[in-house]
Nanobody, 121 residues
């Protein structure tokens, strides 16, 4: 059974940092990444990482502030978030795909349960 378990969300002041983790079990994937959804808004792509080569892609809204990395031995992906802004407040979801990169249009094969990030001004 495939599981994606997120951790690391919480409340932080604007300008602060948080690191989210997502541990995958049940199988390995070619792509892992993160999405977020704020109240009343559509789900938004945040970024993704290619499992083998480690190449990354980010949404323009987080580029330069967020970094995705992975630990292949632990089958875990991380989202390091710096210079957080109130508009980064959302429920953050880990996602994993077997063959194709995830995106809002493509979606994801597997989803985590979500972890809340709240940035106060």
């Amino acid at each position: 059974q495939v599981q994606l378990v997120e951790s690391g969300g919480g409340l932080v002041q604007a300008g602060g940092s948080l690191r989210l983790s997502c541990a995958a079990s049940g199988r390995t994937f070619n792509y892992m990444g993160w999405f977020r959804q704020a109240p009343g808004k559509a789900r938004e792509f945040v970024g993704r990482i290619t499992w083998r080569g480690g190449s990354t892609d980010y949404a323009d809204s987080v580029k330069g502030r967020f970094t995705i990395s992975r630990d292949t031995a632990r089958n875990t992906v991380y989202l390091e978030m710096n210079s957080l802004k109130p508009e980064d407040t959302a429920l953050y979801y880990c996602a994993a795909n077997r063959l194709e990169p995830m995106s809002v249009r493509r979606g994801a094969d597997y989803w985590g349960q979500g972890t809340q990030v709240t940035v106060s001004s």
